[in-house]
Each structure stands twice: as structure tokens, then as C-alpha cells.
Nanobody
């Protein structure tokens, strides 16, 4: 049983930055893959970034590469998504997710077992 609690969303101007946090409670293990997804109204849930808890390997969607960075702090059981140079098209509800098995299918939303409640990110022009 794992619970994910997200925070850090808000309203920001284009070009600005936000940092999202995903706090993991319950029983987390080192084999987890942690993913970030986003969903805008009327659109499919979109992969943003992922990190392997063990080793810290990171993966990014082309649309955010070079602007977003995901990291983890094992002592705090928290994963972060640092978002820089934000664009209006980044506006969405952002979700943190955990995959118990880890593995290579980090970009597939249906492979994840646990999901956070979502946090709204709005980027104004």
C-alpha cells in the first residue's frame, strides 16, 4: 500500500519556474520507477519524465527535455519535478505515479500501480 501526495502546482508566467513534489508514504522499495505524467482537458495522459529510485536514471519526453529535471531524495521519500522555462502548452494537471516493478516501460501510464491526486500547473502568456 503506497500513497503519493503531490504539491507545488500553481500559476506562473511563461518563462517562469515551478517545482513539484511527490511525497511517498507507506511501503516504498528501491525497485520502484517513479513517473510524472500530465493531462490537459480533452487530451490523453502524456508522459513527462521518469526516474528509477535505485540508481536515479532519468528519462524525459522530447517536449520537456532540457527544461524539466526530475530527481529524488531517498531520505525524505520524495520525488521532485523541477520545471524551468515554462510554456503555455505545459498547462495541465500533473500526476506523480509509482510502478512497483520498475522496468523499461516508464512511458506507459497503464503500467503504473499508484497515482497521486494531481496538481494543477497553469502557465500564462
Amino acid at each position: 500500500q503506497v500513497q503519493l501526495v503531490e504539491s507545488g502546482g500553481g500559476l506562473v508566467q511563461a518563462g517562469g519556474s515551478l517545482r513539484l513534489s511527490c511525497a511517498v508514504s507507506g511501503r516504498a522499495f528501491s525497485g520502484y520507477a517513479m513517473g510524472w505524467f500530465r493531462q490537459a482537458p480533452g487530451k490523453e495522459r502524456e508522459f513527462v519524465a521518469a526516474i528509477r529510485w535505485s540508481g536515479g536514471n532519468t528519462y524525459y519526453a522530447d517536449s520537456v527535455k532540457g527544461r524539466f529535471t526530475t530527481s529524488r531524495d531517498s531520505a525524505k521519500n520524495t520525488v521532485y519535478l523541477q520545471m524551468n522555462s515554462l510554456k503555455p502548452e505545459d498547462t495541465a494537471v500533473y500526476y506523480c505515479a509509482a510502478d512497483r516493478q520498475g522496468g523499461s516501460n516508464y512511458f506507459l501510464s497503464y503500467k503504473y500501480d499508484y497515482w497521486g491526486q494531481g496538481t494543477q500547473v497553469t502557465v500564462s502568456s
